[in-house]
């Protein structure tokens, strides 16, 4: 009785499941409407919180079939003029994985306003923007170098939000001895007008003799105002690090890069790229003491004694 009894709870227990499965209501005959996500690429061997990093861009201007499953990431090289960005930007330009697309914020009218600063990295990023760093192998990285002064720091909550919404990642390239870059900043103005080599003013050299040619000048520094203007590109490199800090990032200064090349190994692999042997036909302009390229080197010198920024004078880059 006590089994007969079980087998008939069972059996109702079990008539109730079905009923509810096959349900009273009339039968409507119709098309399932079901929507399906597009996925044709195997998803990358990435970390969880390094997801929004992982782009797959399909640009209008050319065909990336063979590399619509190669994951891109984007960045920007926040610097500053004569911070050694140039050099920086032709290394990551040597690796046949990475675009980096030259300093576009430039021309005035692609900073504007937000808006115009917002189609600008939106073409850049969708791998729409051709330029000479454009390259026939796929690329894994895309980018460009962006002066503080232009527009970065003015719209920085409205970029900074871009950033972290688009995945893009921050390079902070500074240069640690800022009196050689205001020295540096002072010769390249003066050669903007000169333009000592046969009548072209280039900003960047590739040869010794070109080196040595521009770095015949010598420039007159306002020591009047000379702390002070130093003090001012301090605070602006502190605020840019504020700003931007909240972004994915990382910081490098240019004198590190000189001197020990396996800074460029972190930039790869914070780019996420395979790890290369990185190359520049650029040539330094400013070499040796810098009491070669100084016309009142003296009054320099006793006007930054016993400051913070004596130990500028006698550093090598």
């Known amino acids: 009785m006590v089994v007969l009894l079980f087998v008939m709870v069972c059996a109702v227990y079990i008539c109730s499941i079905c009923l509810k499965q096959i349900g009273v ?23 969880p919180w390094d997801i929004p990093f992982v782009h797959y861009p399909k640009p209008k201007t050319y065909n990336r079939d063979e590399c619509s499953c190669q994951p891109v990431r984007y960045f920007a090289i926040l610097s500053m003029q004569r911070s050694g960005s140039g050099w920086f930007e032709t290394l990551l330009n040597n690796h046949t994985n990475i675009s980096s697309n030259g300093e576009i914020f ?39 170098k ?28 500074f240069r640690r001895n800022i009196l050689r870059r205001m020295i540096s900043v002072l010769a390249n103005s003066y050669d903007r007008d000169a333009k000592l080599l046969n009548g072209t003013h280039k900003s960047h050299v590739h040869s010794p003799k070109e080196a040595e040619i521009l770095a015949g000048y010598k420039p007159m520094i306002n020591t ?31 004198e590190d890069v000189v001197k020990n090349r396996t800074r460029l190994d972190d930039v790869q692999e914070f ?22 390229h100084v016309q009142n080197w003296e ?19």
Request: hydrophobic share 40%; aromatic share 12%; with cysteine.
């Open 25 to 47: 209501s009339p039968i409507n005959y119709g098309f399932l409407n079901v929507e399906v996500f597009e996925r044709p690429c195997p998803e990358p061997n990435i970390e």
């Open 146 to 173: 962006w002066m503080l002064n232009q527009g970065l720091m003015k719209h920085h909550e409205e970029i900074v939000e871009y950033f972290k919404t688009r995945g893009v990642s921050a390079i902070f390239l």
């Open 106 to 144: 430039s021309v005035k009218d692609r900073r504007a306003n937000v808006s115009t600063i917002f189609e600008t990295l939106d073409k850049v990023y969708n791998l729409d923007w051709l330029s000479s760093a454009s390259k026939n192998e796929c690329t894994s990285a895309v980018g460009f």
């Open 224 to 254: 009047t105002l000379l702390v002070t203007d130093l003090k001012q590109v301090q605070e602006i490199t502190l605020k840019a690090l504020a700003y931007f800090n909240t972004t994915r990032h990382i910081l490098i200064y240019y």
């Open 271 to 292: 780019l996420k790229v395979p790890k290369r042997e990185l190359k520049s036909r650029q040539v330094k302009i400013h070499r040796g003491s810098l009491s070669q």
């Open 299 to 317: 009054e320099v010198q006793t006007t930054l004694k016993g400051t913070l920024f004596e130990n500028f004078l006698h550093q090598d880059f």
